[in-house]
């Protein structure tokens, strides 16, 4: 059987109260000059009072909700708690004192009405230092849970951000890629059957980049190669491929698909409207404490990018973001008189 917890309210209830006996009793052993009958009396009693009556002062303070309101009208409601609750203390351990005969000798009488607005003015501390604090800890908890809440929201729209984005990532090659390989099936069977297992990978990995953030740099690599041998069986000899891959970057992760999206964009918007085609290369390195992937194509940007070039280049800046932040860039070129750079830098786990 699981016992029950005591809440944090309880025993803060029950360490602070006790903490105020022995507080006073400290006090009285150290400083005081002469013997005050019924002193150890009057502390228990003005701690069970006390006990009671900020419990009952809680229970209001949660039936109008007014931890709920906004902070200035907090301000006004624990002063305004704080002084009708310490007369109401004041007059139960007064009285209570006066009927069970505890209460301190007097060398001049006082009515009842006098000692309760004198005691009333020590007890309106007891009372406001309870609020300051327990209107303080909600605070707390309440922006706490707000960040909280914020954070979850941010990571929500993120998740829902890079599933909108992966869920436009589909091959716009499929057709073509189709066409070529209806033709290869009489003149090249087996260069056939290749292709038709170079474009069940890419749609593979196409389906399982909604699954997961990123993916190992090798294996993006392995796509883009299937992607460029279809195309090149397109392009023929208008295609010319060179990679130049640092083995050391294999195992760096990057976003599934991305690297593929950047090579078909070359093709698309430069190989494709060249007469006598070009080149494509792919680089891979380490370039201080990041993670450099440069596509380089045969092709012209006219001096800017237009937002006709398709969803490639948004989505490629979005993922980068969404999910490595400021620190990775992307940035597309011209950089030759014939020759358009895309470039990516992805920051490096320093292990």
């Given at each position: 059987m699981i016992k029950k917890r005591i809440s944090y309210y309880w025993l803060c209830q029950c360490v602070g109260w006790s903490a105020f006996i022995l507080l006073f009793i400290f006090f009285y052993i150290t400083l005081h000059t002469q013997e005050t009958p019924f002193i150890y009396h009057v502390l228990v009693l003005e701690a069970g009072i006390g006990f009671i009556v900020t419990h009952v002062m809680r229970f209001f303070i949660k039936s109008y909700k007014i931890v709920d309101k906004p902070v200035n009208e907090q301000v006004f409601y624990i002063f305004f708690i704080s002084i009708l609750f310490a007369l109401i203390y004041a007059a139960i351990g007064t009285t209570l004192e006066q009927v069970l005969e505890i209460e301190a000798p007097r060398q001049k009488p006082i009515n009842l009405l006098n000692k309760i607005m004198r005691a009333s003015m020590g007890c309106f501390m007891f009372i406001l230092i309870w609020n300051m604090i327990y209107f303080a800890y909600h605070y707390i908890l309440k922006t706490r849970q707000a960040q909280l809440d914020k954070i979850r929201l941010e990571s929500l729209v993120k998740e829902l951000e890079l599933k909108t984005i992966k869920a436009h990532i589909n091959p716009h090659f499929i057709f073509n890629a189709l066409n070529s390989i209806r033709a290869l099936i009489d003149e090249n069977p087996g260069r056939a059957r290749n292709a038709i297992t170079e474009l069940s990978n890419i749609l593979r990995s196409s389906m399982q980049a909604e699954k997961v953030e990123t993916v190992p740099f090798e294996k993006e690599l392995d796509i883009v190669k299937d992607y460029l041998a279809l195309e090149y069986i397109r392009f023929e000899d208008r295609l010319k491929i060179e990679y130049q891959i640092d083995e050391d970057t294999l195992d760096q992760p990057v976003p599934p698909m991305m690297l593929q999206t950047l090579v078909e964009n070359a093709i698309k918007h430069g190989i494709g409207k060249q007469i006598g085609g070009g080149v494509v290369k792919v680089v891979s390195d380490f370039k201080e404490n990041f993670h450099e992937l440069v596509v380089l194509n045969t092709g012209y940007l006219n001096g800017h990018i237009?937002?006709?070039?398709?969803?490639?280049?948004?989505?490629?800046?979005?993922?980068?973001?969404?999910?490595?932040?400021?620190?990775?860039?992307?940035?597309?070129?011209?950089?030759?008189?014939?020759?358009?750079?895309?470039r990516i830098l992805i920051p490096v786990e320093i292990k």
């Open positions: 237009q937002e006709g070039d398709g969803f490639g280049l948004f989505s490629t800046k979005n993922r980068l973001q969404l999910l490595f932040g400021e620190k990775a860039n992307f940035e597309i070129k011209q950089v030759g008189s014939d020759l358009v750079e895309a």
